[in-house]
């Protein structure tokens, strides 16, 4: 047992696996909920009499998600027994990926030695944290990190933010005046919805934990209203509405064009309440825009636009709906304010069928002001960090830069970088196999921690406790529910927390609980503080009463439902900008239109787009091996349009050669009219090897980031451009 003295003194000795403490006694389903995306859906498991969990169901009675679920948590279920996870801690003892089981004890010694080492040579500033998008689910995870890193005194968290939203974040800042004041469009109570370089239908929700983004699009349609889909491909949610196709990267234009049919047909400055700044300079900028070129511009019917633009002055109200295609993109912080200023400029932004304020009953930024965006930079590159992160891309310089802040220690925790950056592949390779000492945690070793030299098995969803608490106050319906772990853990899997907690200690820091005072509460009594106490304690600081981990778990198994609806009037309240007022005509407005006139889209040398593609049941980089998703005929292939199929010679499944500036890949294509001319669609995160996933290592694929030019990033929020990368496309035989 790990021992802790009177005074908090904790003393290692041998460590058998932790039984969860809220593990539930076997019965034969239980109520939890998934922890893959942020929808962060209700379900049910079922467990045979041996207490293995053997099938999950969406959850009919939560009052979150009212019976949906998608494929991916039974295959989740799958990849839990799945023999090519690790579940036993490993040391390096060889090249990438060669590792060797040890025991807890010996691992959790040689990280806290590794990151000391490094730490008293170089100072806390050489060290750096590399986190992914799944750790973002893992609510003991969350805490504990935040924790583990002022213990040890990391200020570098590389995340996969600008691959992702910092563009939503930056944007935020520019229109409302910080990163944390975060517009939610208002699904359940609008009229127009407009969405734009999201698939909601399959990616479900982003930016926001919706569940039923069918039913919430299928009702507008229902009561009247109408559903907008701006993206270059068909997709099944363009399908399902109205589909507006336009040329990736172009979004500005579209939405430039939009705001000058609004403006013109607006009599003076829109007068709804909320208080505008700069209404008249914004004008006067659309005023002289010319709607032709607008269309041009993005690719789109001037006809279009005006549509557009009066159906956004008709609607009685309306939201915007973007997702990564927004963000990841040349234009992303211009586009996502220029998504709001739509909304700004009707009417609908802070009331009932718009964009509202999240509210949850644990509010994780507690009120406090994130720090502007760009108050730390990466070091080599000068990359901005928005919301606590930096850069994912901006790591292999800040590896390989000499200086004394040079990265050379690195906790790589749930992320695959070397697939999912815009600054991933060989580059990011090279760097961390300079690293002097880095510790991974994950359910498998991947193409990024291979090289970590040693590496943590953690628990999955089913194996864990939680609470939603990133996800919670992105709910447009809000409710309260948490969970209880299911099963045992597989193995020697630990939770993260734990991990964080046992590092830290171990480098005599004290451990890793983020809150002081229960940290000293706990030491008191010789005891652990655990997540689950830090979450009662945010809740009883919340605005509901009577509300804790245990009572949600044991009497609430199906969620509380707390509101409606969002309550109006938080989003603009106080607002943090110099005047008080929502900024139409922001700094990042001007600078990012400057850029935009200046561009020239390069299409002489390369004619097409390349653009990213999410599949039915995929996530990100991670769930390749699970064979219910990826059966053995599954086919990874680019979508091409018939006539970039004849203009090229290639016939449907014969392989192409796409090239840009920076790379080259080769790739079955499907031929499609579901795709735009001019555009091509490859599935992202693939390009597996060297990674445990045998299944997912066997079919492959190709790496589109490869494609990413990692020193051409998008201006304010530094986000990887990772859609509209320009290319060109031959048959693979003639190349
Ligand atoms: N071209 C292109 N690139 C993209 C994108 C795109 O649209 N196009 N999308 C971007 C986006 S939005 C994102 S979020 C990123 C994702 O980028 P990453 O976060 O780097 O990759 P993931 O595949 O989500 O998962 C990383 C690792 O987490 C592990 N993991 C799974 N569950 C857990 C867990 O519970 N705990 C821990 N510790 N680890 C776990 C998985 O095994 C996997 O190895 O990719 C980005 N990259
Ligand atoms: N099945 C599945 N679901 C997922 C994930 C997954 O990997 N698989 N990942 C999860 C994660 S981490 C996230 S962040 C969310 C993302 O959620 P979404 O952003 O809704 O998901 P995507 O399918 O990437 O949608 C982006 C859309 O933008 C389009 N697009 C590309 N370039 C442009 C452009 O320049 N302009 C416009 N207007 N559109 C463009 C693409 O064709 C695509 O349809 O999904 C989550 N859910
Ligand atoms: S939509 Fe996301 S949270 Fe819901 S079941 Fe699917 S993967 Fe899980
Ligand atoms: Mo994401």
Not at 165 to 170: E, K, V
Not at 543 to 561: E, K, Q, S
């Amino acid at each position: 047992m790990s021992v802790e003295g009177p005074s908090g003194e904790w003393r290692p000795s041998s460590l058998p696996p932790a039984r969860n403490p809220l593990l539930r006694d076997a019965t034969s389903s239980v109520s939890t909920y998934c922890r893959i995306c942020e929808a962060a859906c209700g379900l049910i498991a079922e467990l045979d009499d041996n207490g293995r969990l053997h099938r999950v169901r969406p959850n009919a009675s939560h009052a979150h998600s009212r019976g949906f679920a998608c494929n991916k948590p039974q295959a989740m279920v799958d990849l839990t027994y799945d023999p090519d996870r690790i579940t036993t801690p490993m040391v390096r003892t060889g090249g990438p990926g060669a590792f060797s089981p040890v025991t807890w004890e010996e691992a959790l010694d040689r990280c806290a030695a590794g990151l000391a080492d490094v730490r008293d040579e170089s100072g806390p500033a050489a060290l750096a944290v590399l986190r992914g998008n799944p750790p973002f689910f893992d609510s003991g995870g969350v805490l504990w990190g935040r924790g583990f890193a002022t213990a040890l005194g990391i200020e570098r968290t590389y995340t996969v933010n600008a691959e992702d939203a910092a563009a939503r974040l930056t944007a935020n800042e520019a229109l409302y005046g910080a990163i944390n004041r975060f517009p939610r469009p208002d699904l359940w109570h609008t009229d127009l919805a407009l969405i734009i370089g999201g698939n909601p239908l399959h990616a479900r929700s982003t930016r926001l934990s919706e569940p039923q983004t069918r039913e919430a699009f299928d009702a507008i349609v229902a009561r009247g209203g109408r559903v907008l889909v701006v993206d270059p491909r068909r997709t099944v949610t363009a399908e399902r509405y109205e589909h507006i196709s336009l040329r990736p990267g172009t979004d500005p234009w579209f939405l430039l064009g939009v705001c000058h049919v609004i403006c013109a047909e607006l009599s003076g400055a829109p007068d709804h309440g909320t208080p505008l700044a700069g209404w008249s300079e914004f004008a006067h900028l659309v005023a002289g825009l010319d709607l032709v070129e607008c269309a041009a511009g993005c690719g789109v019917d001037p006809a279009t636009l005006v549509d557009v633009g009066r159906a956004f002055l008709t609607a009685s109200s309306a939201v915007t709906y973007g997702g990564t295609g927004t963000c990841a993109q040349r234009f992303g912080t211009l586009t996502n304010i220029l998504l709001d200023t739509v909304l700004a400029l009707t009417g609908n932004i802070d009331r009932v069928g718009g964009m509202l304020a999240g509210w949850a009953a644990i509010d994780l930024t507690g009120g406090r002001a994130a720090a502007p965006s760009g108050t730390r930079r990466t070091r080599a590159e000068g990359r901005p960090e928005v919301g606590g992160s930096l850069p994912s891309a901006g790591l292999a310089a800040d590896i390989l830069e000499p200086g004394d802040d040079r990265v050379r220690g690195l906790v790589i925790y749930g992320n695959n970088s070397v697939l999912s950056s815009g600054g991933g592949g060989e580059r990011l390779e090279e760097a961390l196999s300079r690293v002097d000492f880095a510790v991974g945690m994950d359910l498998y070793v991947n193409e990024t921690n291979r090289f970590a030299h040693v590496l943590l098995p953690v628990t999955t969803m089913f194996e864990r406790s939680d609470y939603p608490l990133t996800t919670a106050d992105t709910q447009l319906r809000p409710s309260a529910y948490a969970t209880a772990a299911v099963i045992e853990p597989r193995g020697e899997a630990r939770d993260s927390w734990w991990i964080f907690d046992e590092i830290s200690r171990r480098m005599g820091l004290g451990g890793s609980c983020p809150d002081p005072e229960l940290a000293a509460t706990a030491a008191a009594r010789g005891a652990r503080p655990t997540p689950v106490e830090l979450i009662d304690r945010l809740l009883a600081q919340g605005p509901v009463d009577d509300l804790t981990f245990a009572d949600l778990v044991d009497r609430h198994p199906n969620g509380v439902a707390l509101r409606a609806t969002l309550p109006p009037g938080r989003l603009t309240h106080d607002l943090p900008t110099p005047d008080g007022c929502v900024q139409l005509y922001s700094e990042q407005l001007r600078s990012e239109v400057g850029r935009l006139f200046a561009h020239a889209e390069p299409d002489a040398e390369w004619p097409l787009r390349l653009i990213g593609r999410r599949e039915k049941g995929s996530q990100n980089t991670w769930m390749h091996n699970a064979s219910r998703i990826y059966p053995d005929d599954y086919q990874f292939a680019a979508l091409i349009h018939p006539d970039d199929a004849v203009a090229c010679g290639v016939s449907d499944g014969e392989e192409v050669r796409l090239t840009s500036r920076v790379g080259s890949v080769v790739v079955p294509a499907a031929i499609t009219e579901d795709i735009r001319p001019g555009v091509v669609s490859v599935p992202n995160g693939w390009g597996h090897r060297g990674g445990s996933w045998q299944r997912a290592n066997a079919i492959g694929g190709v790496n589109t980031n490869d494609l990413v030019d990692p020193c051409d990033v998008e201006a304010v929020a530094g986000m990887s451009i990772l859609n509209g990368v320009p290319i060109r496309m031959e048959r693979a035989a003639d190349s």
